[in-house]
C-alpha cells in the first residue's frame, strides 16, 4: 500500500502546525484534517513546513521558523526539483544551510513533481552527527 504524504510527514492528531509560503494546491496534498492548522506563526509547533525558491529565501526564512520549533518537533522544509522556478538549491545545499542552523535531517520525500521536502528536527543531546554536506556549530 501507497502512503499519502501526510504519512510519509508523520504528522500526528492534534499537532500544533504551520505551513510558510505553502503554494495552494499543495496545501491538499500535505494537509491532514488531524492537525491543528494555525495561521500565525507564534508559540511553538510540532510541524512546521516551509517553503522555499532560493537559498536567499532560505537564509531569511528559516531562521524565523526555526524559533518556533518544539524540542521533539519537526521542520519540513520544501524547494522546488530539478532546478524548477530557476532555484539554486538541490538536497546537498538544503542539507548544509539547515546545519548551519542547528538543526539535522533525518528523512527526505517527494511532495509532488514540483516540491521535495527535507525534515529537519533538532539535534540529539549527547548523539554525534557525522554528514558530508554539513556541519552543527
Known amino acids: 500500500m501507497v502512503k499519502s504524504v501526510p504519512e510519509k510527514i ?17 496545501l491538499k496534498e500535505i494537509g491532514s484534517p488531524l492537525i491543528n492548522l494555525e495561521s500565525k506563526l507564534s508559540g511553538k509547533f510540532d510541524y512546521i513546513h516551509l517553503f522555499v525558491k532560493s537559498q536567499q529565501e532560505f537564509l531569511n526564512e528559516f531562521p524565523k521558523v526555526a524559533k518556533h520549533l518544539e524540542k521533539a518537533g519537526m521542520l519540513w522544509l520544501s524547494w522546488p526539483k530539478s532546478r524548477q522556478y530557476e532555484t539554486d538549491l538541490d538536497i ?12 539535522v535531517e533525518s528523512k527526505c520525500i517527494s511532495i509532488n513533481s514540483t516540491w521535495s521536502a527535507l525534515k529537519f528536527s533538532w539535534p540529539k543531546e549527547n548523539k554525534v552527527y557525522k554528514n558530508s554536506y554539513g556541519k552543527l556549530k
Not at 546537498?92 to 538543526?103: A, M
Open 92 to 103: 546537498k545545499t538544503v542539507i548544509r544551510l539547515g546545519y548551519d542552523h542547528g538543526l
Open 10 to 26: 508523520g504528522v500526528k492528531e492534534n499537532m500544533r502546525s504551520i505551513f510558510v509560503n505553502a503554494p495552494s494546491g499543495t
